[in-house]
């Protein structure tokens, strides 16, 4: 297994999150679990409000200011991120080492600065003194190719707004991209995007993020989109991890019940839908043990008093239920 | 036979595009242009296309929200936009339309029972015992309770929001519901359970549904006939399995490639993907509006608009390469 002999990258073990609002303390993240090699394009999925958001954020410490984290390590290429130094998490790794592309190309650039001054401020702001003007500029020229922004200075005068979605989708992944990192982040890429252009879109992300060996995090609710775009797939649920494994047996063969329950909830062509009773839960009172639990088919004694630990069931495959799906 | 109650022909609505302060010259954005179809009673009749190609400014000037530029829309054998304004009201009381954002079409200072009983008052002259019993009954059919009446919107998922926007239209007994963008921004599972709901509700009160969608995998599962849209028109048109399995439009062939599914891996299948971007509707491209992307441009294409023309199966195409311009008078 080529894929496991990969060098672990970022490694979240035990996070817990919780943010403290006036209605009461949600408990976002409960003890999650991630990891992310070299290399991998791993996709986090899983309905809205199931942390996945948290997550992104708790690995680039950019939680709003309610938020605490209550317990966890978060390991980025042998470095702890939680006992970093601000000013070196700033100097080293947001925007440098992990990059992010954001979910929604028309709010993330500024719209009073052209797109070339937006670009060749993070060129300046990476602060490589040794590296010219000159090889920033070629640096510059060569990711706009690549992104397939015609090359031209008149285009980089140009304002936000005089670009279509999906170029400064383009736009966002050329600025992702420019400081070499390590990992980016892609929080829901291309919801903001047709299907046509959305398929553009995702084909050019993976291509230059392959051709350049960087791990990807890549953020989705589209089961489709994670399945065609993702290596590994983590599924989560209400702040939980709940299965972590290859993506094509991971949809094909899920072995946790929610993971099954979510995949028969899409839409098919044969009219027989399946939707999963009850409603996701209030995270300032979650269910207690499994947060699944009072929607799971499998439900058995034990879940609701305990929570499951993360059990390997295949290589590379890890689920965490008292109960899996056979 | 199959009975009519919806037959648009030739509507087109255009809108008053950007001109320059004190410019002469006006220049229409074509939102619709030209478009014909018919829906048969107990259809659920898709409209897809990307944002942009028209499909709700279609819809609402199916129900007259927007008042058309020109053509009929045929409900029930009347023509809607040719009748007074009493009798056209009279007769859009049976055709409804749901809103794509049901949080944002509730009023958020009203309370639910206040929001559910509105149309009732306005529709109908009931006594307000009757309306409450409505209300209440209509309550019930979406799956909400009765607890519920005196919470403002806010106070509800979205999920349950999209329940009382039903419950709102239904409280009417409408024969047509215009449904736009039923599903959007609603997670999988929630989707799955709306439209398992309205899947009941069809059966139940035998609805019509026209059904507007971006989202190709629910327009498969919902409909059985549907037209796909690009910029203003529609390119094919037919029953739902037979375009999924062969379509036949190349912008057809490209929207449903770009599907995506579940076991598919990128890059394994043939790269139908599509260079540029929708048209924008305040220029579009001379003759086939899709020209510009099309991978089987002729040179006629450039200059001449293709009509939507019938073929055997039932299936209409607006393309050259299918239909040659000689057949056409």
């Known amino acids: ?326 | 036979m199959e009975e009519l109650i919806l037959e648009i022909q030739d509507l087109k609505k255009y809108f008053r595009g950007s001109s320059g302060f004190l410019s002469k010259n006006v220049r229409w954005v074509k939102a619709v242009d030209g478009v014909s179809f018919q829906v048969c009673r107990g259809d659920t009749f898709g409209l897809v296309g990307e944002s942009g190609c028209g499909k709700s400014t279609l819809g609402k000037t199916i129900l007259g929200i927007y008042k058309s530029t020109a053509g009929s829309v045929i409900f029930e054998g009347k023509n809607i936009p040719h009748l007074p304004r009493n009798k056209a009201k009279e007769i859009r009381k049976n055709i409804q339309y749901v809103y794509q954002d049901p949080g944002a079409s509730l009023d958020p200072y009203w309370t639910v029972g206040r929001i559910l009983s509105e149309p009732l008052m306005i529709h109908t002259s009931l006594s307000k015992r009757s309306i409450r019993e409505q209300v209440h009954k209509m309550l019930d059919d979406v799956g909400l309770q009765e607890e519920h009446l005196s919470l403002y919107p806010h106070e509800f998922s979205g999920g349950q929001q999209r329940r009382l926007g039903l419950a709102r239209i239904l409280c009417l007994n409408p024969r047509l519901v215009i449904l736009d963008e039923p599903t959007s921004g609603l997670d999988v599972s929630v989707q799955a359970t709306i439209l398992k709901l309205f899947m009941e509700l069809k059966i139940r009160f035998h609805l019509t549904y026209i059904f507007i969608s971006h989202n190709l995998s629910v327009i498969h599962m919902m409909c059985n006939r549907l037209a796909v849209m690009y910029a203003g028109k529609i390119v094919e048109m037919g029953e739902t399995r037979a375009i999924f399995s062969e379509p036949l439009h190349p912008y057809s062939q490209v929207l449903l490639a770009a599907i995506p599914q579940l076991g598919k891996k990128l890059g394994e299948e043939k790269d139908l993907s599509l260079t540029g971007e929708p048209p924008n509707p305040e220029d579009f491209p001379s003759g086939c509006r899709f020209w510009p992307r099309c991978r089987d441009k002729m040179g006629i294409c450039e200059t001449v608009s293709p009509a939507l023309q019938a073929g055997s199966d039932g299936r209409s195409i607006a393309c050259h390469r299918i239909h040659p311009l000689a057949t056409k008078t």
């Open chain 1, 1 to 326: 297994m080529d894929s496991n002999q990969k060098e672990l990258l970022l490694e979240v073990s035990n996070l817990t999150v919780h943010f403290h609002t006036d209605r009461g303390v949600v408990k976002a993240l409960d003890a999650a679990e991630l990891r992310v090699k070299r290399g991998e394009i791993v996709g986090l999925i899983g309905e809205s409000g199931c942390g996945k958001t948290t997550m992104a954020r708790s690995v680039l410490r950019v939680l709003p200011p309610m938020a605490r984290i209550e317990s966890g390590a978060i390991s980025f290429a042998g470095e702890d991120l939680l006992a970093m130094e601000e000013k070196n998490l700033n100097s080293f790794i947001r925007g440098k080492k992990i990059t992010l592309i954001p979910q929604d190309p028309f709010n993330s650039l500024n719209p009073v600065f052209s797109v070339g001054t937006q670009i060749r401020d993070i060129l300046k702001w990476k602060g490589e003194s040794q590296d010219s003007n000159q090889r920033n500029e070629a640096k510059l020229w060569e990711m706009l190719g690549q992104v397939q922004i015609p090359p031209l200075e008149n285009q980089l005068q140009k304002y936000p707004y005089q670009f279509s979605g999906g170029q400064r989708q383009r736009i966002m992944i050329a600025m992702a991209l420019l400081p070499s990192p390590d990992l980016v982040i892609a929080d829901e890429p291309t919801t903001a995007l047709d299907v046509t252009v959305e398929a553009q879109i995702l084909r050019l992300m993976t291509s230059l993020v392959r051709g350049r060996g960087i791990s990807v995090l890549f953020i989705t609710h589209d089961l489709g989109v994670a399945s065609e775009v993702c290596e590994r797939i983590v599924v989560m649920y209400a702040g939980q991890d709940m299965e972590d494994g290859p993506a094509d047996i991971l949809f094909s063969e899920p072995r946790h019940p929610y993971t099954k329950e979510l995949l028969g909830s899409l839409p098919n062509p044969e009219g027989r839908i399946q939707d999963i009773p009850g409603e996701v839960p209030s995270l300032i009172h979650p269910p207690s043990g499994c947060r699944f639990h009072p929607r799971c088919p499998n439900v058995i004694e034990v879940c609701p008093r305990q929570k499951p630990e993360r059990a390997e069931l295949a290589a590379g495959h890890w689920v965490r239920c008292f109960n899996p799906v056979r």
